[in-house]
């Protein structure tokens, strides 16, 4: 099988930011707070500061200057999670930008006066972080990176490049709410492609190993790997994908580029530079409560864009603008009209 890897058409919306006149960077010292899952060194890490750096120095934050940024790596423990929270709050940032759910919960158990923005949290209504879509209220906002519905394009496309598979394990965080609604989604079209479901638990890396082994074991297997919980163990799950010669798909770019056969997700560098937006808008003056949350659908799907228009206009009672972004990202093909089911427009 060709290794490759594929991002579809992927749109995103923001609407009902209030129009207001917002003052220039001044040479005054800001501080701004970083808690991150990922550890300090691991390279997507890496391209996530230096994309969110180059973002805020382009509109007029330069670190050294004007700005300081707190960095705190957790590595993906819980415990330090909760640790670093508690220390980036006692330093009294003028914001703190987090990076899935497991980070922002335990921010907002800490402050609820301190701007938080966020970026790839699945579902922040569901998980108690912002009342709604449309008027987060409180003292958060940020960016959605999955509707849950876009989980079934991981059996979808799994079954595309490899049509033999007939039985696939699912790696995801049974503790939280991206990891149970993503495998719940996955399950709910199973049956419709011949695919037997089999769970891993991603918290655990012995058992990821043993599992993965062990499954691997029977012909026609295949593998994927849900958001939230699992980004930190890639080092572990791709070569054994890799050894145990599984067709795997994973939720994000940055799977591919340590090995991964193909991913279908968003794009988790640019949200970075998107949060930089957020971030200069509250250092000028603006609440987070006030703030529409952005939010991303497949826009090759019918269903996720009929889905996501409907709960635009119930959250906001009307929809001013809508933004489509696509791209095909990989190995480089010349004729787009090779990839029909993977492009539209919206």
Same mark, same amino acid.
């Given at each position: 099988?060709?290794?490759?890897?594929?991002?579809?058409?992927?749109?995103?919306?923001?609407?009902?930011?209030?129009?207001?006149?917002?003052?220039?960077?001044?040479?005054?010292?800001?501080?701004?707070?970083?808690?991150?899952?990922?550890?300090?060194?691991?390279?997507?890490?890496?391209?996530?500061?230096?994309?969110?750096?180059?973002?805020?120095?382009?509109?007029?934050?330069?670190?050294?200057?004007?700005?300081?940024?707190?960095?705190?790596?957790?590595?993906?423990?819980?415990?330090?999670?909760?640790?670093?929270?508690?220390?980036?709050?006692?330093?009294?940032?003028?914001?703190?930008?987090?990076?899935?759910?497991?980070?922002?919960?335990?921010?907002?158990?800490?402050?609820?006066?301190?701007?938080?923005?966020?970026?790839?949290?699945?579902?922040?209504?569901?998980?108690?972080?912002?009342?709604?879509?449309?008027?987060?209220?409180?003292?958060?906002?940020?960016?959605?990176?999955?509707?849950?519905?876009?989980?079934?394009?991981?059996?979808?496309?799994?079954?595309?490049?490899?049509?033999?598979?007939?039985? /696939? +394990?699912?790696?995801? *965080?049974? &503790?939280?709410?991206?990891?149970?609604?993503?495998? @719940?989604?996955?399950?709910?079209? #199973?049956?419709?492609?011949?695919?037997?479901?089999?769970?891993?638990?991603?918290?655990?890396?012995?058992?990821?190993?043993?599992?993965?082994?062990?499954?691997?074991?029977?012909?026609?297997?295949?593998?994927?790997?849900?958001?939230?919980?699992?980004?930190?163990?890639?080092?572990?799950?791709?070569?054994?994908?890799?050894?145990?010669?599984?067709?795997?798909?994973?939720?994000?770019?940055?799977?591919?580029?340590?090995?991964?056969?193909?991913?279908?997700?968003?794009?988790?560098?640019?949200?970075?530079?998107?949060?930089?937006?957020?971030?200069?808008?509250?250092?000028?003056?603006?609440?987070?409560?006030?703030?529409?949350?952005?939010?991303?659908?497949?826009?090759?799907?019918?269903?996720? /864009? +009929?889905?996501?228009? *409907?709960? &635009?206009?119930?959250?906001?009672?009307?929809?001013? @603008?809508?933004?489509?972004?696509? #791209?095909?990202?990989?190995?480089?093909?010349?004729?787009?009209?090779?990839?029909?089911?993977?492009?539209?427009?919206?």
């Amino acid at each position: 099988m060709r290794r490759r890897e594929f991002m579809s058409l992927l749109g995103g919306i923001v609407v009902a930011w209030p129009l207001t006149i917002r003052a220039q960077p001044s040479d005054q010292m800001r501080r701004i707070g970083v808690l991150q899952i990922l550890a300090d060194d691991d390279p997507e890490m890496v391209a996530r500061h230096a994309a969110f750096e180059q973002a805020l120095d382009t509109l007029g934050w330069s670190v050294g200057r004007n700005v300081r940024i707190d960095y705190r790596p957790a590595g993906g423990d819980a415990n330090r999670v909760r640790k670093y929270a508690a220390e980036l709050v006692a330093l009294g940032p003028d914001v703190i930008l987090t990076s899935g759910s497991l980070s922002v919960a335990p921010v907002l158990q800490v402050t609820r006066t301190i701007p938080i923005v966020f970026v790839q949290v699945t579902d922040p209504v569901g998980g108690g972080l912002v009342e709604s879509l449309a008027r987060p209220g409180g003292n958060a906002t940020g960016f959605t990176n999955f509707e849950y519905s876009l989980s079934a394009k991981w059996l979808e496309l799994l079954k595309e490049i490899a049509p033999n598979v007939t039985r /696939v +394990a699912v790696i995801r *965080d049974p &503790t939280r709410g991206p990891g149970i609604g993503q495998f @719940a989604v996955i399950q709910s079209v #199973g049956p419709s492609l011949g695919v037997e479901l089999r769970p891993i638990n991603a918290l655990n890396r012995v058992e990821i190993e043993s599992a993965i082994e062990a499954f691997a074991r029977s012909s026609n297997g295949g593998l994927i790997v849900t958001s939230g919980g699992t980004g930190q163990n890639r080092d572990l799950i791709v070569p054994a994908a890799a050894r145990h010669r599984l067709p795997a798909v994973y939720p994000f770019k940055y799977y591919v580029t340590d090995g991964g056969l193909i991913s279908y997700g968003p794009n988790t560098i640019d949200l970075y530079r998107r949060a930089a937006a957020f971030i200069d808008r509250i250092l000028k003056g603006e609440k987070p409560a006030d703030k529409a949350i952005a939010v991303r659908c497949d826009v090759s799907d019918d269903a996720q /864009v +009929a889905a996501m228009v *409907d709960s &635009t206009v119930d959250e906001f009672g009307r929809l001013d @603008a809508a933004f489509n972004n696509a #791209g095909v990202m990989g190995p480089y093909r010349s004729d787009l009209r090779q990839h029909p089911r993977k492009t539209g427009t919206a």
